[in-house]
């Protein structure tokens, strides 16, 4: 069975720092492509971030929304299963509940819309106060 477990959430002041980690488990993770989406109170779940799988022409190639760029950074350790999220630079405005999600084979690009993921995990609140 599938299980995607994230943590390192929390309180955090604006211009303040953190770093999600999301714990996969009964996969092969390699396989999968990997993304992190946040969704705020009254608003949809959005696209954060993606990692491509390690295989295929675009491997560990990674994608971000535009609101985010140049402040966050995703990356994944095939050896410990997880992918994680760096978060520099918080503003309010990223105060959400971040899910990550996974995808077989699937390219960064493609894990961009939240209807295609395979799996997703509980989600880990993030509240940046200003």
């Known amino acids: 069975q599938v299980q995607l477990v994230e943590s390192g959430g929390g309180l955090v002041q604006a211009g303040g720092s953190l770093r999600l980690s999301c714990a996969a488990s009964g996969m092969t993770f390699s396989r999968y492509g990997l993304g992190w989406f946040r969704q705020a109170p009254g608003k949809e779940r959005e696209f954060v971030a993606a990692i491509s799988w390690s295989g295929g022409p675009t491997t560990n190639a990674e994608m971000y929304a535009d609101s985010v760029k140049g402040r966050f950074t995703i990356s994944r350790d095939n050896a410990k299963n997880t992918v994680y999220l760096q978060m520099n630079s918080l503003k309010p405005e990223d105060t959400a509940v971040y899910y990550c999600?996974?995808?077989?084979?699937?390219?960064?690009?493609?894990?961009?819309?939240?209807?295609?993921?395979?799996?997703w995990g509980q989600g880990t609140q993030v509240t940046v106060s200003s």
């Open positions: 999600a996974a995808r077989v084979r699937s390219t960064a690009q493609a894990m961009g819309v939240p209807g295609r993921s395979d799996y």
